[in-house]
């Protein structure tokens, strides 16, 4: 295609230049996309600026913006089995588990436009006889965002939607190795009655697309999702303009199983945690924390899982991990690995890239007798290895838990209840698991403490992202008290 979406139209770039994605699979060319400049950025913030201030999106009712939520909603599941296959060719994930985000993405935008008939303010009759105050919930403009390219689709519907439903407009940057299906979405979404203006997208690269649209001074708010490092050049970018900013970041999340859990449910939760989406995810539970009493039993039960563990092109239905997205990532994952070995950890399986004619394969990788200073304990990886560590007791548990940067998220298995509350309020993330891992609902907010981000996405508080508060002072009837 080779075309931005700005304005409501498919536009050449400013330079016609164009690059291409690849098949992290396959080996084989994907698509073609603009290569945006400052420029192009300058044009869609431009477009999403009009929209805002003098289009009608944000002063439609909430039951309109609903509506038309809604009917996009209808349109990302009718176009399901395309944006699926789109998104796994140009992520390298499993078929199946795309298809199963494309019905995420479907229930996240019915979510929205719930909210956009339920975002309210308060009033305040206790002021005095005479006044009354209003605290009023206006959108908070226009919504620069900046996607990752593990979930594509996914992450900018844990954004858009929210922000539509408040009734902002946006301009969006995806990655430049995933922006199919951030395009596709965007025509979908006007085809079901978004506005022109209020959606746009520039494909391109971070530097100088997705800097400029950070820095950029018409821009009332940036919502990042990414790397730590990333994040923090984007909330300083941000800040030289005192723009509002919004960051979902890394994570090395613990998974935590007490001797008194049911390791039989805990068994298939704890290997999923750690490959779902080949370990790139913020989410993953790349650390395994085991109570000593069970440690080896629980390891040697978790080997013996991950060892079935389907790996190849991500077109079979069958296969639970793909391809790792880019050669750079794949030769991060191998110094971690070196890194562990170096350590002293123990390699009990994997370690290697998988000979392929095609594509780039990582093996399921696990290594016991890691300890919490260990690189392989503390930094995020981002590929299929899992470090197992062991502790005795509660409050070693939660210590090793604490001992990151990042509090994104984390998992315990317990059948105790006060176990169960005391570990949940005693770790620093923002979402934890009890009995489950990885479980998600539009309903519940996600976001992380530290260095895992700033701000909160989904769930009814996610419209406070993209809302301003405005107070309202009313006086009625002649005054009572004067200055002079």
């Given at each position: 295609?080779g075309k931005?979406?700005?304005?409501?139209?498919?536009?050449?770039g400013?330079?016609?230049?164009?690059?291409?994605?690849?098949s992290?699979?396959?080996?084989?060319?994907?698509?073609?996309?603009?290569?945006?400049?400052?420029?192009d950025?300058?044009?869609?913030?431009q477009?999403?600026?009009?929209?805002?201030?003098?289009?009608?999106?944000?002063?439609?009712s909430g039951?309109e913006r609903?509506?038309?939520l809604?009917?996009?909603a209808?349109?990302i599941?009718?176009?399901?089995?395309d944006?699926?296959?789109?998104?796994?060719?140009?992520?390298?994930?499993p078929?199946?588990?795309?298809?199963?985000e494309?019905d995420?993405t479907v229930?996240?935008?019915?979510?929205?436009?719930?909210?956009?008939?339920?975002?309210?303010g308060?009033?305040?009759?206790?002021?005095?006889?005479?006044?009354?105050?209003f605290?009023?919930?206006?959108?908070?403009?226009?919504?620069?965002m900046?996607?990752?390219?593990?979930?594509?689709l996914?992450?900018?519907?844990q954004?858009?939607p929210?922000a539509?439903?408040?009734?902002c407009?946006?301009?969006?940057?995806?990655s430049?190795?995933?922006?199919?299906?951030?395009?596709?979405?965007?025509?979908?979404a006007?085809?079901?009655?978004?506005?022109?203006?209020?959606?746009?997208?520039?494909?391109?690269?971070?530097?100088?697309?997705?800097?400029?649209?950070?820095?950029?001074?018409?821009i009332d708010?940036i919502?990042?999702?990414?790397?730590?490092?990333?994040?923090?050049?984007?909330?300083a970018?941000a800040?030289?303009?005192?723009?509002?900013?919004?960051?979902?970041?890394?994570?090395?999340?613990p998974?935590?199983?007490?001797?008194?859990?049911?390791?039989?449910?805990?068994?298939?939760?704890?290997?999923?945690?750690v490959?779902?989406?080949?370990?790139?995810?913020?989410?993953?539970?790349?650390?395994?924390?085991?109570?000593?009493?069970?440690?080896?039993?629980?390891?040697?039960?978790?080997?013996?899982?991950?060892?079935?563990?389907?790996?190849?092109?991500?077109?079979?239905?069958?296969?639970?991990?793909?391809?790792?997205?880019?050669?750079?990532?794949?030769e991060?994952?191998?110094?971690?690995?070196?890194?562990g070995s170096r350590?002293g950890?123990?390699?009990?399986?994997?370690?290697?890239?998988i000979?392929?004619?095609?594509?780039?394969?990582?093996?399921?990788?696990i290594?016991?007798?890691?300890?919490?200073?260990?690189?392989?304990?503390?930094?995020e990886i981002f590929?299929?290895?899992?470090?197992?560590?062991?502790?005795?007791?509660k409050?070693?548990a939660?210590?090793?838990?604490?001992d990151?940067?990042?509090?994104?998220?984390?998992?315990l298995?317990t059948?105790?209840?006060?176990?169960?509350?005391?570990?949940s309020?005693?770790?620093?993330?923002g979402?934890i698991?009890?009995?489950?891992?990885?479980?998600?609902?539009?309903e519940?907010?996600?976001?992380g403490?530290?260095?895992?981000?700033?701000?909160?996405?989904?769930?009814?508080f996610?419209i406070?992202?993209?809302?301003e508060?405005?107070?309202?002072?009313?006086?009625?009837?002649?005054?009572?008290?004067?200055?002079?």
């Amino acid at each position: 295609m080779g075309k931005h979406w700005i304005n409501g139209k498919h536009v050449r770039g400013e330079t016609g230049d164009i690059f291409t994605t690849v098949s992290p699979a396959h080996d084989t060319t994907v698509g073609e996309y603009a290569l945006g400049t400052a420029n192009d950025i300058h044009s869609a913030v431009q477009a999403a600026r009009s929209a805002f201030d003098s289009g009608h999106w944000p002063h439609l009712s909430g039951r309109e913006r609903s509506e038309i939520l809604h009917k996009t909603a209808d349109q990302i599941r009718l176009n399901r089995n395309d944006l699926a296959r789109l998104e796994t060719l140009e992520s390298g994930k499993p078929i199946t588990q795309a298809e199963a985000e494309i019905d995420t993405t479907v229930d996240l935008w019915q979510y929205a436009a719930t909210l956009a008939r339920h975002t309210t303010g308060e009033t305040y009759n206790n002021l005095g006889e005479n006044k009354l105050g209003f605290v009023m919930r206006e959108p908070a403009g226009v919504v620069g965002m900046i996607t990752p390219w593990n979930f594509p689709l996914l992450i900018i519907s844990q954004k858009l939607p929210f922000a539509l439903a408040a009734g902002c407009t946006t301009v969006i940057k995806p990655s430049e190795l995933t922006p199919g299906t951030t395009l596709k979405l965007a025509l979908l979404a006007h085809e079901s009655g978004i506005p022109e203006g209020v959606i746009n997208v520039v494909t391109g690269f971070g530097d100088p697309a997705g800097s400029c649209l950070s820095e950029h001074k018409e821009i009332d708010m940036i919502s990042f999702t990414g790397s730590t490092e990333v994040g923090r050049k984007i909330a300083a970018s941000a800040g030289k303009n005192l723009k509002r900013c919004s960051l979902e970041l890394g994570g090395k999340n613990p998974h935590i199983i007490f001797s008194d859990a049911d390791l039989d449910a805990a068994l298939d939760p704890v290997v999923f945690g750690v490959y779902f989406n080949m370990g790139e995810c913020c989410n993953s539970g790349s650390r395994l924390l085991i109570q000593e009493n069970i440690a080896h039993e629980f390891t040697e039960r978790v080997l013996e899982l991950a060892h079935t563990v389907p790996v190849g092109d991500p077109l079979n239905p069958d296969v639970k991990v793909g391809a790792i997205i880019n050669s750079p990532q794949m030769e991060k994952i191998k110094h971690y690995v070196g890194s562990g070995s170096r350590s002293g950890a123990r390699l009990r399986i994997g370690g290697s890239r998988i000979p392929t004619a095609s594509g780039r394969f990582f093996e399921p990788t696990i290594f016991d007798q890691v300890t919490p200073a260990m690189t392989i304990a503390r930094e995020e990886i981002f590929g299929p290895v899992l470090s197992i560590l062991t502790f005795k007791t509660k409050a070693e548990a939660i210590q090793i838990a604490n001992d990151t940067i990042y509090g994104l998220s984390a998992g315990l298995w317990t059948s105790n209840i006060d176990t169960a509350f005391e570990v949940s309020r005693a770790i620093r993330a923002g979402t934890i698991w009890i009995n489950c891992f990885m479980d998600g609902h539009a309903e519940l907010p996600f976001g992380g403490y530290g260095d895992s981000g700033l701000g909160r996405e989904l769930g009814r508080f996610s419209i406070d992202e993209f809302t301003e508060l405005k107070t309202v002072q009313l006086h009625v009837g002649p005054p009572k008290d004067s200055w002079l």
